[in-house]
């Protein structure tokens, strides 16, 4: 009886909220479908019917190609390059050292800033400039007599993104780090301190125990930089604006409905979006509701 | 301990809510008190004055633009005491923000009288598509524009033969900028067609300075469009965007090649400059060339530059006696709610006393042909004498001559090449965008 009541109360409580992402997240994702799959082009709303030729067309669209590699290109190298890091940092922050806590909010510092600010930041950083107009970091590179590293940086054909995704390294890195801190610190000392017992040395105890153990961290990691990397835009149009070379989905996204007035094309890159972030999505947020259920 | 939790996070819930609810309070209270206010007042002094008053909506909200609005705003309300003036301007993203405002105002029913926009297909393309904006023939017969007003300029802005907007200013696109010392230093006259642009170009290569001064995307678009009309020449290049020149045609190949060698003289470092960033290498004397619309003189000005010594203008090559423009516009809403007062707005809006208000502050000339020299600086004085006496044709990057669609189609296939250098494929892809969205079938 007295359950009965608490649990009404408990749906009463959370009703007013279920209500507004049913309606602002789950009828504008149906909302976006329909208009995904009609002729709309213009102001005026058309809907209609095309079927699924907005995306057949996208498929054949030699931008949306372009999109495709971009966003593999900065997934990977951004995916790897803040784990690798994050976790190196982790690694070295979790030896004791003095002033711990200082570095930890140094690395954590980035994090704290927009895309945009990051963006205009790296783009004085990034200048491809060459002769005498050569600044930030190739200026930096030459007068330490580092001429190979001097390179175009964005705007080097086909991997200009990658340098892209090195300002989003140096942004998420730090986060990367927190959670691999965590991770390592939730690890019992038992563990390693039998390890050594056993006469295993520094680096099979973080291949072979450490690194195990952290796989649940990893994971998180993949997944939260994943759909981030996905999703990215600002950071993108803070560097370089809006150039086909940089092209991303979410890009196009914005310049083929609100500049070029395409809506169902539109509609469509943002259901692929979707589509994509939520393959990555769904498997990870079923998998800790099922970990949690077994605790 | 996890109930004590469950029950933090309902509290804080709840709070969030209330705090929501009472944001909404706090926002509508104002509005109770004010609104009896409001519908009073004019009431009390006169009983038709709710048509007294012109809704103008607006991106211009910083810099000359504002204080040019401003301007003319004041020469409104001498001639018009009794209406009141509504300035509904939106800031940001020249414009993007401004015109999604608009979309969701025209959506939902609820237009303002009249809105700005840039002249020709933008606006037409948009909005007479959308049935959303009033022809303004009689308007224009009534208050005589159409001989103060370029003849070549009337059908770039007219669509079936009904004109729908009302240019303030203008700005010319089709100017190549120069640096006049770095020219004379290495004995090189300004190049009035492409050949001798090209040679121009060879020739300060060889010497080692940077022949062409060029930015990030959009001024390559704005650079293939002088290209166009300095290859094509003032009629194929109009046929291009009416349907009478075929962009699958030799001559266009022709003009697209063109484009391509012109993009070999340029700085490699273009995709991550501004406009500003690639007008200021020829200030400093970095580069020799850039081709820019005139709003650059207003910066050169603005570096504390002077015209003929630090900057030189010539037509682009190939476009001497063509004036290739753009123009910020007023339209008239349909179903606009104070039609009265949106008339009195755009009579002024197309007056010689608006426009002499207006061009000197923002830095661009009047629309009309008898607007006052002696307002105006060097550069515009010069460009005022082109603009009644040249053939007028109209700017794509800036809206004149295609549809949003279009345009961004064009910008697509225009990114690729960029990418890719086929001048081929560049061809195919203007082709199927014209197609599509042009007036090609």
Same mark, same amino acid.
């Given at each position: ?207 072979? +125990?450490?690194?195990?153990? %952290? ?5 998180? !990691?993949?997944? $939260? =930089?994943?759909?981030? #990397?996905?999703? @990215? ?22 310049? +083929?409905?609100?500049?070029? %007035? ?5 509609? !469509?890159?943002? $259901? =692929?979006?979707?589509? #994509?972030?939520? @393959? ?16 | ?441």
């Amino acid at each position: 009886m007295f359950r009965d009541k608490d649990r009404f109360l408990n749906i009463l409580l959370i009703s007013p909220s279920i209500l507004a992402i049913l309606i602002f997240v789950y009828a504008f994702i149906g909302w976006s479908v329909r208009v995904s799959l009609s002729k709309w082009k213009g102001l005026t709303a058309d809907y209609t019917w095309n079927g699924i030729k907005n995306y057949l067309d996208l498929f054949a669209d030699p931008r949306f190609h372009v999109d495709i590699r971009n966003t593999l290109i900065f997934t990977g190298v951004f995916v790897f390059g803040s784990i690798l890091l994050g976790f190196t940092l982790a690694v070295m922050l979790d030896q004791g050292l003095k002033g711990e806590g200082f570095f930890r909010s140094l690395f954590l510092f980035p994090m704290a800033i927009s895309y945009i600010v990051t963006g205009v930041v790296w783009r004085w950083l990034m200048n491809p400039a060459a002769g005498s107009r050569t600044s930030g970091l190739n200026l930096l590179f030459t007068n330490m007599g580092l001429d190979s590293l001097v390179n175009k940086w964005h705007t080097t054909p086909t991997w200009g993104i990658a340098a892209i995704a090195l300002a989003a390294i140096w942004q998420m890195s730090g986060y990367t780090m927190a959670l691999y801190l965590a991770g390592l610190r939730a690890i019992p000392e038992d563990l390693k301190e039998a390890a050594r017992i056993d006469g295993a040395s520094e680096v099979q105890i973080y291949r072979h +125990i450490m690194l195990p153990l %952290l796989s649940p961290v990893t994971l998180s !990691a993949l997944i $939260i =930089l994943g759909h981030m #990397s996905l999703k @990215v835009f600002d950071l993108i149009v803070a560097v370089a604006g809006k150039q086909l070379p940089l092209d991303v989905p979410a890009i196009y996204m914005w310049q +083929i409905t609100f500049d070029g %007035l395409f809506y169902g094309r539109g509609a !469509a890159v943002g $259901i =692929l979006l979707l589509i #994509s972030i939520a @393959v990555l999505i769904i498997p990870y947020i079923r998998y800790t509701l099922k970990t949690e259920a077994e605790q | 301990m996890k109930k004590n939790l469950l029950a933090l996070l309902s509290i804080l819930m709840i709070a969030s809510f209330a705090i929501v609810a009472c944001g909404g309070a706090a926002t509508e209270a104002p509005a109770m008190t004010e609104a009896p206010a409001a519908t009073e007042a004019p009431a009390a002094t006169e009983a038709p004055a709710a048509a007294d008053k012109v809704e103008v909506f607006s991106w211009w909200t910083g810099g000359g633009e504002a204080a040019g609005l401003a301007a003319m705003q004041t020469v409104f309300s001498a001639a018009y005491p009794n209406i009141e003036f509504i300035n509904a301007a939106v800031a940001g993203g020249a414009g993007t923000n401004a015109r999604a405002v608009l979309a969701t105002r025209l959506q939902a029913g609820d237009p303002p009288d009249s809105w700005q926009g840039h002249a020709g297909q933008e606006l037409i393309g948009t909005y007479v598509a959308g049935g959303q904006i009033e022809p303004l023939n009689d308007l224009y017969a009534a208050e005589g524009w159409l001989d103060v007003m370029p003849k070549t300029l009337i059908p770039l802005i007219s669509n079936d033969g009904n004109i729908y907007s009302v240019p303030v200013n203008i700005h010319r696109a089709n100017v190549l900028w120069y640096n006049p010392s770095v020219l004379s230093a290495n004995g090189v006259e300004v190049p009035t067609t492409m050949d001798e642009w090209f040679a121009a170009m060879d020739t300060l290569k060889a010497a080692g300075v940077q022949p062409l001064a060029l930015g990030e995307q959009w001024t390559k678009m704005h650079l293939m469009e002088t290209v166009l009309l300095g290859t094509l020449g003032a009629d194929a290049y109009n046929g291009l965007w009416d349907g009478t020149t075929d962009w699958a045609s030799p001559e266009v190949k022709a003009a697209l090649d063109n484009y391509a060698k012109v993009l070999t003289y340029a700085n490699s470092d273009s995709s991550s400059l501004s406009w500003q960033d690639a007008a200021q290498l020829v200030i400093n004397g970095d580069a020799a060339f850039n081709v820019m619309g005139d709003w650059a003189e207003g910066y050169f000005r603005e570096l504390g530059k002077t015209p003929k010594t630090d900057y030189g203008w010539a037509p682009t090559p190939g476009s001497s006696g063509v004036f290739q423009f753009l123009s910020d516009s007023f339209v008239l809403a349909v179903g606009a709610p104070h039609p009265d007062g949106a008339m009195a707005w755009l009579k002024i809006a197309g007056s010689k006393e608006g426009q002499e208000a207006f061009n000197p502050v923002k830095g661009s000339i009047c629309a009309r042909t008898d607007c006052d020299k002696s307002l105006f600086g060097e550069y515009l004085q010069s460009a005022m004498d082109d603009w009644s006496s040249n053939v007028v044709v109209g700017s794509l990057t800036h809206g004149v001559v295609a549809n949003d669609s279009w345009k961004t189609e064009i910008d697509t296939a225009l990114g690729l090449f960029i990418a890719d250098g086929n001048v081929d494929g560049f061809q195919a892809a203007l082709v199927a965008a014209c197609a599509s969205s042009g007036p090609c079938k």
